[in-house]
């Protein structure tokens, strides 16, 4: 699916999630933040960079591991994308909903 | 003589000696396994047993019974692998010398993880169906037990057997209703995931079942802690659930001998080649079932399927062959659903669960994706199956190792 956001467009899938990585910018992010109401601040950068540092090492993400991280622990996490803050930081980040097996 | 050692005689265990005795050239090679227990466990067994459906004898086997003859049997605890040495400490001081090391130390619950949850309510008020000990207390709970609110939860993610904590649920309706007091029972299913099933073909098949049964669902829950003073769950965005009885699955994790020779991940599962099942760290060390960190489900189907490739995998190293990059991720699960009913799910790696039948195309007798009575009876059978096949390394007729598309509806996960 098409979508257009910050006077761009971008493939998304059916819940939202960008598909193309490399179509995804810090005003696009910005953007999609804003749809989840979301405001982001320097804190939510830092998320953002945790999350695609670790989507390129190929590695899960996971509630454990935001406590694990260093970056914040999970009640800032939680205070931070309200709702579910995995799902919410990935959408913003570009990167895939985490998945997990049945 | 040359040494395969195997840590853990589980399912994986078992079947990887029983495997592998028929295969080695017994002049050269000695095959040892080292297991801490001199019980064998039926583990899924473990989901029937508070329900007073199995007993307790049905889910506990003596060990040897299924270790092959000619196969060194060690009744130990494992403190230490030194990989560098290629040598195992065990905790009575000994230790062993290996050329090839299958680690098959499967998966335990940790309460610990979560504050309050392993407190002085645990397997009073708080229980767990995972372990022996767990489901046998909640049998006698369940025995007395006169209602109210029954809280069926799943701590963190990945969990063995990802369904069982469902069949719990969707067996505790039956139960209850069988009991005649349903109407005194509210059920709830607390999942950290975005819903009961995770994989959108299964959720479209299968929702309706938890309305059927009037299970509740509270989705996207991330336990923080458990108020047992108080009786409810709190998740770190402040939600609360309360129980009169929380049935719960902890943190799954890895041995912690695994741990403490530095080879697992956060969670103590060994990082493994999602094909070979060679480790990825030390090309003399394999891993399967439960210990791996594989993005595969953990569960006793899925250690057959791998056992098999593992087998040649083995033999084909100790002949300097290349390893087979072949383990599709292979699952195939019953699901209970109540009632004497059951479903079959099947699915791989990069395949949704699919509906259509099995292991027949177009005959079945099983049913994927459907609730149905036949399917209720393999389950049952996957018992006589387990303990008269499966470990015992014997090839279950036409179910193959990787996972066969036809007769079946296949979509690709994206
Ligand atoms: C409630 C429940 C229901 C299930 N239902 C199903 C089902 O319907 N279908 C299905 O396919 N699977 C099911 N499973 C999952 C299945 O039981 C496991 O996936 C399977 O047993 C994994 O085998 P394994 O050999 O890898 O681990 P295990 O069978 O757990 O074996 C690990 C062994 O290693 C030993 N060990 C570990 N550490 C040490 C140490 N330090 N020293 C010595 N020994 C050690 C342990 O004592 C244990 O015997 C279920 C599991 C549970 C809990």
Same mark, same amino acid.
């Not at chain 2, 040892?32 to 506990?60: A, E, M, N, R, S």
């Not at chain 2, 003596?62 to 560098?84: H, Q, R, S, T, W």
């Not at chain 2, 000990?133 to 709970?141: P, Q, V």
């Given at each position: 699916m098409k979508k257009v956001i910050a006077q761009t467009e971008i493939n998304v899938n059916e819940e939202g999630?960008?598909?193309?990585?490399?179509?995804?910018t810090k005003e696009i992010c910005e953007c999609l933040a804003e749809e989840q109401g979301i405001c982001m601040t320097e804190k939510h950068w830092e998320v953002i960079d945790y999350i695609h540092e670790k989507h390129n090492g190929n590695e899960a993400l996971s509630i454990r591991g935001i406590k694990k991280?260093?970056?914040?622990n999970i009640k800032e996490f939680y205070s931070l994308f309200p709702g579910g803050p995995l799902k919410k930081s990935t959408l913003i980040a570009g990167i895939p909903k985490p998945k997990s097996c049945i | 003589m040359k040494k395969i050692v195997i840590l853990g005689a589980g399912t994986s265990g078992t079947m990887m000696a029983n495997h592998l005795v028929n295969k080695l050239p017994k002049k050269e090679w000695k095959l040892t396994i080292i297991d801490q227990y001199k019980t064998h466990y039926y583990q899924p067994g473990f989901l029937f047993l508070p329900f007073d459906i199995y007993t307790t004898k049905q889910v506990k086997k003596k060990g040897a019974k299924f270790i092959p003859k000619g196969v060194d049997y060690i009744n130990e605890k494992i403190d230490l692998i030194v990989p560098d040495e290629n040598k195992i400490n065990l905790e009575n001081g000994k230790s062993l010398i290996y050329d090839v090391l299958i680690i098959a130390t499967g998966t335990k619950i940790?309460?610990?993880?979560?504050?309050?949850?392993?407190?002085?309510?645990w397997h009073k008020s708080i229980f767990d169906f995972y372990t022996y000990e767990g489901a046998k207390a909640l049998r006698n709970k369940l025995r007395e037990w006169e209602g109210g609110k029954l809280v069926v939860h799943i701590t963190?993610?990945?969990?063995?057997?990802?369904v069982a904590p469902l069949e719990f649920a969707f067996l505790a309706d039956s139960f209850f209703r069988n009991k005649g007091m349903r109407d005194k029972v509210e059920i709830t299913f607390v999942t950290?995931?975005?819903?009961? !099933?995770?994989k959108p073909k299964a959720t479209k098949a299968l929702h309706y079942l938890l309305e059927e049964k009037d299970i509740k669902e509270v989705t996207d829950f991330n336990i923080e802690r458990v108020d047992y003073e108080n009786n409810k769950i709190i998740d770190y965005g402040d939600t609360e659930v309360d129980y009169d009885l929380l049935v719960t699955v902890p943190t799954n994790m890895g041995d912690e001998v695994i741990e403490r020779s530095g080879m697992?991940?956060?969670?103590?599962f060994v990082p493994t080649?999602?094909?070979?099942?060679?480790?990825l760290e030390h090309q003399n060390i394999f891993a399967i079932g439960?210990?791996?960190?594989?993005?595969?489900?953990?569960?006793g189907s899925v250690a057959h399927f791998e056992a098999e490739i593992l087998t040649d995998n083995i033999m084909r190293y100790i002949q300097g062959e290349e390893l087979k990059?072949? !383990?599709?991720?292979h699952a195939n699960c019953f699901i209970e659903t109540g009632n004497g009913k059951a479903l079959l799910i099947d699915f791989n790696y990069t395949h949704e669960p699919v509906e259509g039948t099995f292991?027949?195309?177009?005959?079945?007798p099983l049913s994927l994706l459907k609730e149905s009575r036949a399917n209720h009876m393999g389950k049952m059978a996957f018992r006589w199956i387990y303990w008269n096949m499966l470990i015992k390394g014997v090839h279950i007729p036409f179910v193959s190792a990787t996972m066969s598309k036809k007769g079946k509806h296949i979509e690709e996960v994206q």
């Amino acid at each position: 699916m098409k979508k257009v956001i910050a006077q761009t467009e971008i493939n998304v899938n059916e819940e939202g999630y960008m598909t193309e990585f490399s179509q995804w910018t810090k005003e696009i992010c910005e953007c999609l933040a804003e749809e989840q109401g979301i405001c982001m601040t320097e804190k939510h950068w830092e998320v953002i960079d945790y999350i695609h540092e670790k989507h390129n090492g190929n590695e899960a993400l996971s509630i454990r591991g935001i406590k694990k991280s260093g970056v914040i622990n999970i009640k800032e996490f939680y205070s931070l994308f309200p709702g579910g803050p995995l799902k919410k930081s990935t959408l913003i980040a570009g990167i895939p909903k985490p998945k997990s097996c049945i | 003589m040359k040494k395969i050692v195997i840590l853990g005689a589980g399912t994986s265990g078992t079947m990887m000696a029983n495997h592998l005795v028929n295969k080695l050239p017994k002049k050269e090679w000695k095959l040892t396994i080292i297991d801490q227990y001199k019980t064998h466990y039926y583990q899924p067994g473990f989901l029937f047993l508070p329900f007073d459906i199995y007993t307790t004898k049905q889910v506990k086997k003596k060990g040897a019974k299924f270790i092959p003859k000619g196969v060194d049997y060690i009744n130990e605890k494992i403190d230490l692998i030194v990989p560098d040495e290629n040598k195992i400490n065990l905790e009575n001081g000994k230790s062993l010398i290996y050329d090839v090391l299958i680690i098959a130390t499967g998966t335990k619950i940790a309460p610990e993880e979560i504050e309050g949850m392993n407190g002085p309510e645990w397997h009073k008020s708080i229980f767990d169906f995972y372990t022996y000990e767990g489901a046998k207390a909640l049998r006698n709970k369940l025995r007395e037990w006169e209602g109210g609110k029954l809280v069926v939860h799943i701590t963190e993610m990945p969990i063995k057997c990802p369904v069982a904590p469902l069949e719990f649920a969707f067996l505790a309706d039956s139960f209850f209703r069988n009991k005649g007091m349903r109407d005194k029972v509210e059920i709830t299913f607390v999942t950290p995931l975005g819903g009961a !099933f995770t994989k959108p073909k299964a959720t479209k098949a299968l929702h309706y079942l938890l309305e059927e049964k009037d299970i509740k669902e509270v989705t996207d829950f991330n336990i923080e802690r458990v108020d047992y003073e108080n009786n409810k769950i709190i998740d770190y965005g402040d939600t609360e659930v309360d129980y009169d009885l929380l049935v719960t699955v902890p943190t799954n994790m890895g041995d912690e001998v695994i741990e403490r020779s530095g080879m697992g991940d956060d969670l103590n599962f060994v990082p493994t080649h999602k094909g070979t099942l060679q480790t990825l760290e030390h090309q003399n060390i394999f891993a399967i079932g439960d210990a791996t960190n594989l993005p595969a489900s953990k569960a006793g189907s899925v250690a057959h399927f791998e056992a098999e490739i593992l087998t040649d995998n083995i033999m084909r190293y100790i002949q300097g062959e290349e390893l087979k990059d072949e !383990f599709d991720g292979h699952a195939n699960c019953f699901i209970e659903t109540g009632n004497g009913k059951a479903l079959l799910i099947d699915f791989n790696y990069t395949h949704e669960p699919v509906e259509g039948t099995f292991p027949f195309p177009g005959v079945g007798p099983l049913s994927l994706l459907k609730e149905s009575r036949a399917n209720h009876m393999g389950k049952m059978a996957f018992r006589w199956i387990y303990w008269n096949m499966l470990i015992k390394g014997v090839h279950i007729p036409f179910v193959s190792a990787t996972m066969s598309k036809k007769g079946k509806h296949i979509e690709e996960v994206q």
